[in-house]
């Protein structure tokens, strides 16, 4: 009988021979996380013989325990580190020390679960995000969270959002980026990430599918709204504007920019330009652009939002994808199943009826010496047709509704303030962030302002929802307006229960709209209580 | 330009609306309230946009929902 065996923990060089890593070069997958550690700066690898991984376990009972091959129900896990690590310094931290202790966590990069299936090995892994320069437009990263590794009693911390290749066992595309979605830090608090197991189990409940359960074959939206319901989150879904379900780059970067700032991890699905086959991602964070606004113009300050951070189970985690448009004079409408010309890049049923987006891989300069392949280099791009979000259950109101409503009302604030130039933004927040965190960022050269501001809403407003709609509005980079919104209603109903003003005659334009009587025309209805936050 | 259009182009500018500070307390405002305006010139500068804010109407098709969204 052959049962597993104590196995000592060992010590490797990033890049080694005795490095696993290095032996899973043949794997696209293998390829991009050794240039992303190498980015990272790994220098050391610190292997974990046995370890008992939930999402792997759930696999294993679901789909590989009664396969004839006989696979382990153990894995391994490979934690990188940034310094050179010897078994002396390992033990010196693992006895507490605390010079040892801290070094090696100051250096921790994260780790990856390598599953015991030959033929797709990489399991959940979470990776430190790229090191920040100064900039005033930072990467927004809000669903990222901490994740705690314990070795022999030794603390490991890693932010990110976990990640993990599909084993076409129990998971597909859609399955892995529908359980990236769920590990979001936004949901922290009331609920339990399922496995993809759990995941793919309850996409297939009865009447949802007439395709077999597992080997997993894909799945619907609709069957990914099941399994999002079923796991108490409310989902938003998201179908491309144009002709054929494609997204203008407006609509889509700035409802992917507003849920990825919400903490709402989003699930791109389209089609690859390669073969026109269908493929599912999760992008976990974007880099926030900056207001670019010509006089006059009301610009959506996300729509110029340029890169996304793409978990893509093909390729790897936080991969980094420019957001293209393509003239849509380029493409010629051909049959589904003509040969495509060699000018198409990609296949429609029917032209699409304006530029349309298309995410490419572009991986950010080089960090590291080493001489490795681009892993990006064959990666074909991508064309969205659906974004699909899970939100908390009692959050009712799509990003659209959103930016509808600040589409007009920064329309009609234009000819109020002069034809000055406005940009608008949203996102979902917490009441108890925004007051928090939010106002304390944005006021906080006005420390007279800031409590008066954070008491009005508490004691001049009627009573909040939990999770709130902001609509942002402002010049020059500089926030002039947020007008907040409840979640907790339908569209037709959908009412602002206030807005702050932080210039005056911000203030004052909005009582200029309210005195022409437009509100209602506009779609906007009445701004609830003025707050004056100046 | 028109409002009718989006733009297209890169990013530009030093900040965003969420990473930038309010006006600080006393700065000169960056707008000015036009008093003379009048509610058919709001009305016509909402109509110029409609096109654009159309597309946030969110209309989800059964085709797109019913297809397999990644193998």
């Keep these: 009988v052959t049962v597993h065996l104590a196995a000592p923990l060992t010590l490797a060089e990033f890049g080694a021979g005795d490095d696993p890593l290095t032996s899973l070069q043949h794997f696209p997958q293998g390829q991009y996380l050794k240039w992303y550690l190498a980015d990272l700066g790994a220098t050391t690898v610190l292997i974990e013989p046995n370890y008992f991984d939930r999402d792997y376990l759930s696999e294993f009972s679901a789909f590989y325990c009664t396969s004839s091959a006989g696979y382990k129900n153990v ?18 931290a693992i ?5 040892a202790r801290t070094r090696i966590r100051g250096a921790y990069l994260g780790f990856i679960v390598r599953r015991p299936i030959p033929g797709t090995p990489f399991g959940r892994t979470v990776l430190r995000w790229y090191p920040e320069p100064p900039t005033a437009l930072p990467r927004v990263t809000n669903p990222a969270r901490v994740y705690t590794c314990n070795v022999a009693g030794l603390r490991l911390e890693v932010e990110g959002l976990a990640w993990q290749q599909q084993d076409q066992g129990v998971g597909a595309c859609a399955t892995i980026a529908l359980w990236t979605m769920l590990h979001s830090s936004a949901f922290d608090d009331r609920h339990v990430v399922p496995t993809t197991a759990e995941v793919t189990q309850t996409a297939h409940k009865a009447g949802l599918s007439e395709a ?9 939206a609709v069957q990914l709204i099941a399994a999002l319901r079923d796991s108490g989150f409310a989902p938003f879904i998201l179908e491309g504007e144009l002709r054929g379900g494609l997204f203008g780059k407006e609509r889509f970067s700035s409802s992917l920019a507003s849920l990825i700032r919400s903490g709402y ?13 269908g493929h599912a991602v999760c992008a976990v964070g974007f880099r926030q652009a900056a207001s670019n606004i010509p006089p006059g113009f009301l610009e959506m300050e996300d729509a110029n939002t340029e890169f996304v951070y793409v978990h893509d189970d093909n390729l790897g985690p936080a991969a980094r994808f420019r957001v293209e448009v393509v003239p849509s004079e380029s493409v010629v409408a051909t049959s589904a199943t003509s040969p495509a010309p060699d000018s198409v890049t990609v296949r429609f049923d029917v032209a699409p009826t304006g530029p349309y987006v298309a995410l490419r891989a572009v991986p950010p300069p080089q960090k590291h010496s080493l001489s490795l392949p681009d892993p990006t280099a064959n990666h074909p791009r991508m064309i969205p047709t659906l974004l699909l979000a899970a939100a908390h259950q009692e959050v009712r109101t799509s990003p659209d509704r959103f930016h509808f409503l600040g589409m007009n009302l920064g329309a009609a604030l234009i000819p109020v303030i002069g034809g000055r130039g406005l940009s608008t933004s949203t ?8 007051a928090h965190k939010e106002l304390g960022r944005i006021l906080a050269a006005n420390p007279a302002v800031l409590g008066p501001t954070r008491l009005a809403l508490w004691e001049s407003v009627p009573p909040m929802s939990l999770h709130l709609g902001v609509v942002r509005f402002g ?15 339908s569209a037709p109903n959908l009412r602002a229960f206030c807005y702050l003003a932080y210039d005056s005659e911000m203030f004052d334009a909005v009582d200029k709209l309210r005195a022409l009587g437009v509100l209602e025309d506009i779609g906007a209805r009445d701004l609830g209580v003025g707050i004056k936050a100046f | 330009m028109s409002n009718a259009e989006a733009p297209h182009g890169k990013s530009g500018g030093e900040g965003s609306l969420w990473t930038t500070p309010a006006p600080s307390a006393g700065a000169a405002s960056v707008v000015k309230v036009d008093q003379s305006v009048s509610a058919t010139q709001v009305r016509t500068a909402v109509d110029a946009v409609k096109s654009r804010a159309t597309a946030f109407k969110g209309k989800v098709s059964d085709a797109a929902l019913r297809a397999i969204v990644g193998r």
Excluded: K
């Excluded at chain 1, 894995?75 to 010196?92: P, T």
């Design chain 1, 212 to 220: 077999p359960m597992f080997p997993s074959m894909g799945l619907t």
């Design chain 1, 95 to 99: 006895a507490d020390d605390d010079e």
């Design chain 1, 475 to 489: 010049a020059e980079n500089t926030p002039l307006l947020d007008v907040i919104y409840d979640t907790t209603d």
């Design chain 1, 427 to 434: 996102r979902m927040i917490r009441l108890a962030d925004y």
């Design chain 1, 75 to 92: 894995c391994q896990r490979l934690h990188y580190f940034s310094i050179a690590i010897d078994r002396a310094l390992l033990e010196r």
């Design chain 1, 265 to 277: 991890p989003v699930v791109i699905a389209g089609s690859l330009e390669s073969d026109d086959s």
